[in-house]
């Protein structure tokens, strides 16, 4: 039938993207989706997940909107494609670009747009060594990231990310990436220190990280980075490419500390998934100098770069967020989703510590709660298959930690939220009974 030979041609002809790819040989795919409405996902054999990581932390106003399909179909019968390169122009960019403009902190106000996060990221590392290069100084190339940050996988953006095993994929990275201890401020002053500022052109974080396992910076973290960036001259990027767009209760994760970036990338919650587009945000003085000091073509840019349909599909979606109040919705959400798992914990020995900011949270797994100890085998990963049994889709997070973390749609309901927390409690007891027989 229709559903094995999908799966014989997926086991046969499909290389998916982060997977293990001998598993994935051998058994084929666990799920093959059919359709999406609101938090809702349903697979071919007709069963219904809770989408519990908006798919892959993006699809910000849930499953199934028409508005967005019809914003697509619309751009596309008037305008599918045309350049954006050197002069020429279309609508949906310009009002795209002016639009994430009003929206970014103060000061971020020019926009080169992608098509994803790894060529945002890219981007904004080329601009910012190309800054220096302008500048008159060529030995400003080096880029420092956080451990455990996750910043895609083309060439830069592998290189910057923290999560070894992305970068252990190949033996050959791009150079001048270094890389310090998430939380301390003291490691960054040091590689600054040996390194010595005039080689360092950029610090890259995310206000949140989430790949690495949702983890939140120390308080005052950000800010002493932003004054240490200022002391030496060095650019700060920050990745919002999770945490933009609502996710964390506010329209970008780094307001919640109150920092202006000198430029800041974005993908995923800009469409909410529904086409692919992401981009970086410059700072007004930034942009004013390489303007001022640009004496030939900006030498970068992807066919892409500004595609009309994404453009459209992105417009549409920020409205969306905008008129159903969806950042408020995301805040208010994230603390129903954080007491849901506080009472989890209450009731199961082996959930540890539990956090949320808006609708990105996690859920840590021990053996022990007094001293922390982890089981030696993770257990996330059984929460997650047993969480797909009950019918909700979530993710093990298992670099250095035993960690379930959640960002589900921000049109979720307080009344969803506790059918998320409903069906997690099953799986998290399924599990804590199998671990004890
Ligand atoms: N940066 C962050 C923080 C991400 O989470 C991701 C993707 O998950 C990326 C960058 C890469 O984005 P993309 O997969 O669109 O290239």
Excluded at 145 to 169: C, E, I, N, Q, W
Excluded at 171 to 188: C, K, M, Q, R, T
Excluded at 191 to 210: D, M, N, S, W
Excluded at 376 to 401: N, S, Y
Aim: neutral net charge; contains cysteine; aromatic residues 8%.
């Amino acid at each position: 039938n229709n559903i094995q030979e999908l799966i014989h041609l997926d086991k046969k002809h499909f290389i998916h993207p982060t997977s293990s790819i001998a598993q994935q040989q051998a058994n084929g795919p666990s799920a093959i989706f059919t359709e999406g409405k609101g938090i809702y996902l349903k697979d071919i054999q007709g069963h219904s997940y809770i989408d519990g990581m908006s798919s892959l932390w993006n699809v910000n106003v849930g499953h199934g909107r028409k508005e967005l399909a019809e914003a697509a179909k619309e751009q596309m019968e008037k305008l599918a494609f045309s350049s954006c390169f050197s002069t020429f122009s279309h609508e949906p960019a310009i009002r795209l670009a002016t639009k994430i403009a009003s929206l970014a902190p103060r000061e971020l106000n020019a926009v080169f747009f992608t098509s994803g996060g790894s060529e945002a990221n890219d981007t904004a590392f080329k601009l910012a060594r190309h800054y220096w290069l302008l500048k008159g100084k060529p030995n400003r190339q080096k880029i420092i990231s956080r451990t455990k940050s996750y910043h895609g996988v083309a060439m830069g953006a592998t290189s910057a990310t923290g999560l070894k095993p992305f970068r252990d994929f190949t033996n050959s990275l791009a150079p001048d990436f270094y890389y310090v201890d998430g939380s301390s401020i003291e490691e960054l002053r040091n590689v600054i220190e040996q390194e010595g500022a005039e080689t360092l052109a950029a610090f890259i974080t995310e206000p949140i990280q989430g790949a690495g396992g949702v983890n939140f910076a120390p308080p005052g973290y950000m800010q002493e980075v932003r004054r240490i960036c200022d002391q030496y001259g060095i650019l700060l990027i920050t990745d919002e490419v999770i945490t933009g767009f609502g996710r964390t209760g506010t329209f970008f994760g780094i307001e919640h500390d109150g920092v202006i970036p000198d430029m800041m990338c974005f993908a995923k919650g800009v469409t909410s998934g529904y086409a692919q587009l992401g981009g970086v945000v410059l700072s007004e003085t930034l942009h004013q100098e390489l303007i001022s000091l640009s004496r030939e073509t900006l030498f970068h840019g992807y066919t892409y770069s500004g595609h009309p349909m994404a453009c459209a599909v992105a417009l549409k979606n920020i409205e969306i967020i905008e008129t159903e109040k969806l950042v408020e919705n995301a805040k208010l959400r994230g603390v129903d989703l954080l007491s849901g798992f506080q009472e989890i914990q209450s009731k199961r020995n082996i959930i540890g510590h539990v956090r949320a900011l808006g609708l990105i949270g996690a859920i840590q797994i021990v053996k022990n709660r007094q001293t922390g100890e982890r089981f030696q085998t993770p257990v996330a990963p059984l929460i997650v298959a047993e969480a797909m049994k009950q019918g909700l889709i979530c993710r093990a997070v298992t670099f250095d930690q035993d960690t379930v973390v959640f960002a589900p749609p921000l049109i979720i309901t307080k009344q969803e939220i506790a059918e998320l927390i409903g069906r997690l409690d099953k799986a998290v007891a399924a599990v804590e009974q199998v671990l004890q027989s």
